[in-house]
């Protein structure tokens, strides 16, 4: 097996204030290696003091440091480039911690470590760019008025374990060109990247202190940065009941701050029987496979035509069935193991559902694979009701439900606007016409045409309902991470 590199920072220290500082608890966490189950790391469990310690480095950073107060966005720009570089010049070392952290398969890390760089280019162009309007109002010419955007503050950003680096840089990058300061959580299982990129920060020598900040933790160490009256703003990634719970510990401090919220997902993939179903069955498999089905837009719904229907169940098997698992180190691998012994049990109970309780028909998979790690085969139930369980529930894992077949794309806009979530969508047709009905009439924040998780810097990502508010990615994430404020001039005086 692959071992993982030497971290170049030290793994009983966390990153407060541009600096390795020792926590203020001796609790460590024990860092896995999913394809095989052992430890490859050990880092602190960060307490509540920790926590504070960095919010307070955050805030002095904000409201008395250069960052924000003598920087211009050129040099904000300049930083954030300059981190940029520094990844892709270390980038395989840091594919490698990654893949070995998480379990994703190498080509993989490769393809998201791109999306990392862009990310981080993209949100540096707009660090100069951000600029207010100037408002001369009609109805009174005696007044002069304009407006100004700034940072919105500290912000804390609590990210989830199934995409460390990328969604690291969905969040920072446009928190850093809008001039914020950052307190950032990683998800407890995959944290090295993230204490990695504190290194990085560091390298660049154009960060001053307070402006990066990372504590590891749980659910103690999110409370707290949740909780602290000095975070003007967080930024949540990660279930729905942990979600809610975070807006509502928001709204019930003493200062109301403001929240963006990325949750679940459990998005439908419509396939219509104009199109051709070799490419359509490669495509759903893909859907729900990528990243192990650990993907909040996954594609673990799906609706095929009556029309189709019987044609396409050998087709989905045979593409289940191809998909190579193996060490995740190996460029022949296309799908990892799930990211711990917790959720490939949560997995493994949802097929015993989908067998027990739904009644549904296992058309492949449904068991584990290899006898090591955290490894499930890709899981197809076909013939599935839209109400059971496995087909409305979030299951986090490569388990595809074919609902039962329709005639009318209607009957499946009727059903899916009702659907608890409202992430992401995908329709596969060449129909102008259930193109434009499919798109206009669901209620959901990315919706694929012919195509699934497809997603660039530049376009927004965000849901509906259950799927939480706000967006990553695009202007709208930078908008987030700022305010406005209105200054109005009497002109006579």
């Known amino acids: ?28 966490a024990v860092i896995e290696n999913p394809d095989t189950g ?33 920087y211009t966005g050129s040099q904000r720009r300049d930083a954030i480039n300059a981190l940029a570089s520094l990844i892709e010049e270390k980038r395989e070392e840091i594919e490698l911690i990654e893949s070995i952290n998480t379990g994703k398969p190498i080509n993989d890390v490769r393809l998201e470590m791109d999306d990392v760089i862009d990310i981080l280019r993209f949100y540096a162009g707009y660090a100069d760019k951000i600029h207010g309007r100037h408002i001369s109002p009609q109805a009174n010419p005696t007044f002069e008025g304009y407006t100004a955007k700034v940072p919105v503050g500290v912000v804390a950003q609590i990210n989830s374990f199934n995409y460390p680096a990328m969604l690291w840089a969905w969040k920072v990058a446009p928190a850093l060109a809008a001039g914020c300061t950052i307190v950032f959580k990683p998800g407890p299982q995959t944290p090295l990247t993230t204490l990695y990129f ?56 003493r200062d109301v701050r403001k929240v963006s919220v990325e949750l679940g997902g459990k998005s439908p993939v419509v396939i219509m029987p104009d199109f051709d179903l070799d490419t359509a069955a490669e495509t759903v498999i893909a859907a729900v496979t990528s990243n192990t089905g650990m993907n909040c837009n996954c594609g673990s719904r799906a609706w095929i035509h009556r029309d189709i229907y019987d044609q396409m169940m050998p087709k989905l098997k045979a593409a289940a069935e191809r998909i190579a698992m193996g060490v995740p180190q190996e460029e022949t691998t296309v799908m990892g193991p799930l990211i711990d012994r917790r959720q490939c049990e949560r997995v493994l109970e949802y097929i015993r559902i989908g067998k027990e309780e739904d009644k549904a028909e296992l058309l492949v998979g449904g068991e584990r694979a290899f006898d ?109 991470y700022l305010e406005v404020k209105t200054i109005i001039t009497d002109v006579t005086v």
């Open 1 to 28: 097996m692959v071992s993982l590199p030497q971290l170049p920072f030290d793994q009983k220290h966390l990153f407060i204030n541009n600096e390795w500082v020792e926590s203020t608890g001796s609790a460590t």
């Open 38 to 70: 052992d430890t490859i790391a050990t880092v602190p469990a960060g307490t509540a003091d920790d926590v504070s310690c960095a919010v307070d480095a955050a805030y002095e950073a904000f409201h008395h440091g250069p960052w924000v107060n003598e």
């Open 198 to 253: 504190g290194h990085l920060i560091k390298q660049t020598g154009k960060f001053p202190p307070g402006v990066y900040n990372v504590v590891v933790g749980g659910v103690d160490v999110g409370q707290a940065l949740v909780d602290n009256d000095k975070v003007d703003k967080v930024g949540f990634t990660g279930s729905v009941a942990t979600g809610k719970h975070v807006i509502k510990s928001t709204a019930s401090t």
């Open 372 to 480: 090591r790690g955290h490894w499930v085969k890709p899981t197809v139930f076909v013939n599935v009701d839209p109400k059971a369980r496995i087909a409305t529930e979030e299951i986090f894992g490569p388990v595809l439900s074919v609902l039962k077949p329709f005639d009318s794309l209607d009957e499946v806009i009727a059903i899916e606007r009702k659907n608890d979530f409202g992430l992401a969508a995908a329709i596969f047709s060449h129909s102008p016409r259930d193109i434009a009905k499919f798109t206009r009439a669901l209620r959901n924040g990315t919706i694929w045409v012919n195509t699934f998780n497809i997603l660039f810097a530049s376009l927004p990502f965000g849901g509906f309902r259950n799927s939480g508010f706000g967006r990553e990615l695009g202007e709208e994430s930078l908008e987030g």
